[in-house]
């Protein structure tokens, strides 16, 4: 029997994130995480933070480190919008700006969290399927909606598309709000970056999780119009004002500060991903062209769910999605050199049994 007050309880099915392990013999391939340790100065800020800091509120506004972004992107600081990671911001803007009677649109196959928050905010939405290659067709997202939500390059497939798709998808649209999820963007995509002068409607959201190895201190934020911005801040000071703490500002914005060591740890990471393409293509892989730090993969011969499983016995471990469409396919992150060797070596072995 239901005591009374259980009725009265949210009911909701969660996000779940890939599996995290603490043996350090496990190779970690699931996460989408960053094989390099963050810039040597993130390590500096940490030693040189003094914790009689922490009796104090953290600033509000993160001028330090809105600041520092913006000179990078060369944008004004009221074009910078922080959060507890992406998925923060990502949900304050479903919050903000997605607020019509009609349905959003995002992808069929994409981030599984975007029909979480809709369903968390009560926000109708509508999937649109990719099409038979896996790409997304701006096309298909000009009826009339009441928003759009899509990463570039996409997740999981790793495809992704150049400024005229993101300037088709943003003329279908003049009148609602499209938010460009760019989580890895900085594997070798085409930022949306160039087009926000031109559209005020555009939302741009990136994070240090994956090219700036930085997913354990939660770090996201938002590139957009003023206007857009300051309707984020509203929200965001209606239900927290302190997302960001002190440390993380201060590690966050060392970060920023070390641009040599950023592109050259993603530049390592994108010569591993187009290595270890070729090596899965020897072993028989289809391997979907990707601009990320994860591969999505698919054999003839072995089917994923028995790879996925033996991969974990021999302490690899890969992402597999129970989808329609992927459910034959692996996503594997890219990892260091040695790591993508251990892979391949046991995919051999596998493959010969
Ligand atoms: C990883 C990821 C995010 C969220 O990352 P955070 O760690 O919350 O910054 C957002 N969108 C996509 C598509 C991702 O893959």
Avoid at 90 to 115: E, G, H, M
Avoid at 190 to 204: F, G, H, K, R
């Amino acid at each position: 029997m239901n005591k009374p007050w259980q009725d009265k309880l949210r009911k909701i099915t969660p996000y779940v994130p890939g599996e995290q392990s603490k043996d350090p013999d496990i190779v970690k391939l699931n996460a989408n995480e960053n094989p390099y340790p963050p810039s040597p100065r993130v390590q500096q800020a940490l030693r040189a933070f003094h914790a009689d800091g922490l009796r104090l509120y953290p600033d509000a506004n993160a001028t330090q480190l809105r600041t520092a972004l913006a000179r990078h992107f060369g944008l004004a600081a009221d074009q910078v919008f922080l959060g507890n990671g992406s998925d923060d911001v990502l949900a304050l803007c479903f919050q903000a700006f997605f607020c019509a009677d009609k349905p959003i649109f995002f992808p069929d196959l994409t981030y599984s969290f975007y029909p979480v928050w809709c369903s968390l905010f009560h926000i109708p939405y509508r999937t649109i399927p990719l099409d038979d290659q896996f790409r997304i067709r701006p096309d298909d997202y000009a009826p009339a909606n009441g928003g759009v939500v899509l990463p570039n390059p996409n997740a999981p497939t790793g495809i992704g598309e150049g400024l005229d798709f993101v300037r088709r998808l943003l003329d279908n649209n003049p009148d609602a709000i499209v938010i460009v999820d760019e989580a890895y963007i900085d594997f070798g995509g085409t930022s949306a970056l160039p087009l926000l002068d031109e559209y005020e409607n555009l939302v741009i959201v990136q994070t240090m999780s994956k090219s700036r190895s930085l997913a354990g201190l939660r770090v996201g934020f938002a590139l957009a119009s003023p206007a857009l911005i300051a309707v984020l801040e509203a929200v965001k000071n209606s239900y927290n004002s302190y997302t960001m703490d002190s440390v993380t500002l201060a590690a966050a914005t060392a970060s920023v500060e070390d641009d040599a060591y950023f592109r050259q740890t993603c530049a390592q990471v994108v010569r591993t991903r187009e290595q270890t393409a070729r090596a899965l293509q020897a072993l028989g892989f289809t391997v979907l062209p990707s601009l990320t730090n994860f591969l999505l993969v698919t054999h003839p011969a072995a089917p994923a769910q028995a790879l996925f499983d033996a991969l974990r016995a021999r302490k690899i471990f890969v992402r597999y999605f129970h989808l329609p469409r992927i459910d034959n396919h692996l996503r594997i992150t890219i990892g260091t050199d040695e790591e993508m060797d251990r892979l391949l070596a046991a995919l051999r072995d596998i493959l010969a049994n």
